[in-house]
């Protein structure tokens, strides 16, 4: 019975990690409906059982809207934190290992980034760049960065003292090895507690963004998009907004609670003897 | 005496840190010189922030020297990256004083104990795995236990891999840095019996750092005493604890407890008082002038230079010249 209590949240949390996944990959499997689907007979229709979350202006889906809209969620989600991997893990585990200058500028510069109000850099840039996906995965990454950094840091700056990682230079092991072998896989656990935790970020700043009109633009569908149109229509028909606010309030709370989960699934400490 | 390995010229070690735009220096290692023999076990003891595992990373290379030189058989210690560290990699190891942190612990037993026969090339690929089970072997652990990660283990075999793996490069010089401990009683005495039997079987020099002095009474055939990162006492094993010069060593003897009642109870006990001084601003003169009941005004000023008072004794005290 504990063992199936314990088990519920993972069964919970990958139920609804496959779901994303199926709605991002193959969404046809998940609604019978077309998110271009146009239905005048249907306009911002209550909520059914043939539509549980309504209709839209146009009569499509709702249901069918968000789920259709998963695939850039997703593809914004995933590509800003790993570019920002890319880029934050090296950088991390450089600073953390030899200090001093490097370690010296590469804070500097992170922390310059960090100051920064992410909201504020994403206006500038899609200003001068045009709102794309790809700007918008650019600016998340790009925030992310630093974040990514200074965990990595910290991390090495703890690892690279212990008898392990000691050891292994007395031993001549390269000092590349060392950095990947010894010490990036001791720092999985924290971040598989920040890597979804900025994929909540991401979440609903791409919302933020795209609901005033600097991510994601209309036609493409994106739950920020949806949002933005859906604003127009909260008194005629509230379920609409609510529905896709909803979702993705509920993804960021989830992907929050996951990152806790992922932390104490891969410490190492857990592994049965 | 035998051959000299590792002869260390006057290296001093000094750690500069910024606070607040402040400087502070904190000198870990004084101008100290000594040498290492070959197969012999060279004991280091000291007061936690005496310099003891400064020393003992500095001996095969890992600290940055700020000032002399380290020889290891007529080569100077080189910086790494150089062309000859891979070769003296080989040569000189060490081991940490906790186990527990000492292996990684997302490879097994037998990916950490391959590590140093991999990277030095020792054996072909194929003979990996025996050459790793014979490791274990040799510190009398099972085969079995190559395939398990390090927190199935005890801090004992944990120590024990260690050492195994130290070995695996068959090194001239190892550095136990208070390899012991960590562990409880008799594990330590089964870690020290394996230590004497390994040296037995292959020409191997030991230097055992450690605070605890029976164990390294036990152990050692020379002993360095240090203070505040200066030599206070070093000479033979026998001599030292026989007949202590320094009011440091003294004291430092007097307080270990006697295992055996009757003459524990009417051993005079002469606690050394107050703490070791802030290394960032040591006192002026003898560094041990703060603690040391035979102060006088000579201590003050002047610093008291290494002197040999017997054969195999050397003793930084003023002191001495009256004795």
Known sequence: MTIKLMKLPIIIFSTLGLLTLISAIFPQFLTPYHPDEIDVTALLQKPSWSHPFGCDELGTDVLARIIYGTRLELMVCLGSVALASIFGIPCGLVAGYFGGKIDWILTVIADSILSFPIILFAVLIVASLGASVLTLVGVLAFAFIPRIFRLIRGQTQIISSLGYVRSAEAMGVKTVKILFLHILPNTIGPLMVIVPQLMAIAVLIEAGLSFIGLG??????????????????????????????????LAAAVLVFSGDLAGAAVNPLRRLK | MSEIILDIK??????????????????????????????????????????????????IGLQTLSSGEIFYKEIALPLSGTKDWMRLRRQLQIIFQDPFTSLNPRRT????????????????????????LSLLDQVGLNSNMAERYPNAFSGGQLQRICIARALAVQPQLIICDEITSALDVSTQAQIISLLKDLKLNQDLSLVFISHDLGLVRNIADRILVMYLGRIVEIGSSDIIFSDPKHPYTQALINAAPIPEPSREAARIKTPLFGEIPDPQNPPSGCFFRTRCNQVHD???????????????QFVSCHHTEVH
């Open chain 2, 298 to 312: 000579r201590c003050l000023i002047e610093t008291p230079a290494l002197k040999q008072v017997k054969k195999n």
């Open chain 1, 216 to 249: 994601i633009q209309p036609p493409q569908i994106s739950w920020g998009s949806l949002l933005l149109v859906s604003k127009n229509y909260y008194v005629a028909a509230p379920w609409y907004p609510l529905a896709v606010g909803g979702v993705t309030t």
């Open chain 2, 10 to 59: 006057k290296i001093s070690v000094i750690f500069n840190k910024m606070f607040f735009g402040r400087s502070q220096t904190i000198k870990a290692i004084d101008n100290v010189s000594l040498q290492i023999f070959n197969s012999e076990t060279f004991g280091i003891v000291g007061e936690s922030g005496s310099g003891k595992s400064t020393l003992g990373n500095a001996m």
């Open chain 2, 109 to 132: 037993i037998g990916q950490s104990l391959a590590e140093p026969i991999i990277t030095h090339n020792l054996c072909s690929k194929n003979d990996v795995t025996s050459k790793v």
